[in-house]
């Protein structure tokens, strides 16, 4: 580690691991890689990442929690910048069943918990900070290829990595000049985003209302209030977010059929326009893609950072397992598992999570909908396969490091 200190990295095939990116999941690839091997970070034009400038406030499963926790952020963030949910209520707008999925379906606990994209960032740099990995100044054009791995050159320095992992988001660069193929569907759909105070709270549960004009997601937040995520065609959020703050909170007002009173909106809401995008391979050679670099979903459900936590967990759990074993000779063998598990698996959440919103926002002439919701109202053994993917305990297995964290 001096000679990294010192600028210089020894060029062999167990020098630092590069990861590109600074948003939430290259934040905490890089900490759980730091545990086992030296890692670097490669970032352009600014010291870490912005927190302040993002208006997210992330829904974060248990399983993602217990990640954190390995980490020992979850209980810095916890009980002031978490807010935890047990319970996930969906309806159809003007339509009188409710469907509602809790822990206690599976035992009790929690569902997980929210938290904003400005409270969890600052708490992954420090963690940054203490596992002493520094930052490389350095534009993704000057990381070539090379003989050993990858090299970065400019800026008066030269250092070579043996493994790139890219956590750009979705817009990455260094996957676009890998050539890495993508499969894109635009949703034609904006996410319109926001913080509103409402009259009466609603405990803690995430609420999801299907309306005429789209998803509308409710979701109590830490310290009080809600955020709403409504995803709805573009022009439609074009013309309404030219509203006022007062006739937005009409709006939700309408939207949750007075489930919350009065609304009110201290701030103008935010659009994000949505798009489904998977790559064909996380992997080539020694470059591996995590996040929304490897997969976008539609925010509906509120799982794009779970899915990207989960490629964290498992690309680290993988090389740390192949290191401990056999040293980096094998990482390629541990990169194709990666690629192979990772990939299937949201390929296989992805496909289940557009099957649910197309059920929940089509029409419904028969009615059978409302009677698939109403046996799944009743019947809780049928419920409960959907609570333990809301809560992320399928994908327990697949984190096999080191023993489990519980938070509670
Ligand atoms: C409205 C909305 C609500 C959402 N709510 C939820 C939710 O409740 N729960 C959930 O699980 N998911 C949610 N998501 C999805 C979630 O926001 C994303 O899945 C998540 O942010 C992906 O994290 P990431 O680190 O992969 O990418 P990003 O968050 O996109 O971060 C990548 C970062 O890397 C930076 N970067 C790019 N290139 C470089 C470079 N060369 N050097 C340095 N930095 C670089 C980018 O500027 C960016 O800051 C939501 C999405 C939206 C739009």
Redesign the pocket.
Same mark, same amino acid.
Not at 20 to 26: E, I, N, S
Not at 167 to 170: F, I, N, T, V, Y
Not at 290 to 293: E, I, L, Q
Not at 302 to 306: I, P, S, V
């Given at each position: 580690m001096e000679s990294l200190k010192a600028g210089k990295i020894p060029r062999t095939a167990t020098g630092p691991i590069a990861v &590109?990116? #600074?948003?939430?999941?290259?934040l905490l690839t890089a900490c759980l890689l730091a545990r086992h091997h030296p890692v670097c970070r490669?970032?352009?034009g600014r010291e870490g %990442?912005r927190p302040g400038t993002d208006p997210? *406030?992330?829904? *974060?499963s248990a399983t993602s929690l217990n990640l954190l926790e390995r980490l020992g952020i979850y209980s810095e963030l916890a009980p002031a910048r978490c807010r935890v949910f047990s319970a996930l209520e969906i309806w159809i707008h003007r339509h009188r069943s409710r469907l509602r999925f809790s822990a206690e379906d599976i035992g009790g606990g929690l569902l997980g918990a929210t938290v904003w994209a400005r409270d969890l960032l600052p708490v992954l740099e420090s963690r940054i900070q203490t596992a002493g990995i520094i930052r490389w100044e350095g534009?993704?054009d000057q990381i070539e290829r090379a003989e050993d791995g990858w090299r970065l050159t400019g800026n008066g320095k030269e250092g070579v990595f043996p493994l790139l992992i890219v %956590?750009?988001?979705?817009n990455?660069?260094l996957r676009e000049r890998e050539g890495i193929p993508l499969d894109i569907h635009d949703y034609g759909e904006s %996410?319109v985003?926001g913080w509103c105070v409402p009259e009466r709270e609603g405990g803690d549960v995430l609420r999801q209302v299907f309306t005429p004009w789209g998803p509308l997601g409710l979701?109590p937040v830490p310290g009080g209030g809600l955020s709403f995520?409504w995803s709805m065609p573009n022009p439609i959020a074009r013309n309404w977010l030219m509203r006022k703050p007062e006739e937005w909170a009409a709006l939700i007002e309408e939207a949750s059929e007075g489930f919350y009173g009065r609304i009110q909106l201290p701030e103008a809401p935010h659009a994000?326009p949505l798009r489904r995008q998977v790559a064909r391979r996380y992997v080539t050679g020694r470059f591996a893609l995590?996040? #929304? %670099?490897a997969h &976008?979903v539609h925010?509906f459900a509120?799982?794009? *950072?779970?899915l990207?936590f989960l490629d964290a967990g498992v690309l680290a759990g993988r090389l740390a397992r192949t290191l401990c074993r056999s040293g980096p000779v094998s990482w390629d063998a541990a990169l194709l598992a990666y690629d192979r598990n990772r990939r299937s698996a949201n390929l296989r959440f992805l496909a289940g999570l557009e099957a649910l919103r197309l059920f929940l926002r089509g029409r419904d002439p028969l009615g059978w909908r409302d009677q698939a919701l109403a046996v799944l109202a009743r019947h809780r053994l049928l419920r409960r396969p959907w609570v333990a993917v809301a809560a992320g305990h399928g994908s327990r297995r697949l984190l096999r490091e080191g023993t489990p964290v519980r938070v509670a």
């Open positions: &590109v990116g #600074d948003g939430p999941v290259g490669i970032g352009e %990442a997210r *406030l992330y829904a *974060l534009h993704p %956590a750009e988001g979705g990455s660069r %996410a985003t979701l995520v994000f995590v996040g #929304d %670099a &976008v925010p509120g799982q794009g *950072l779970n990207g």
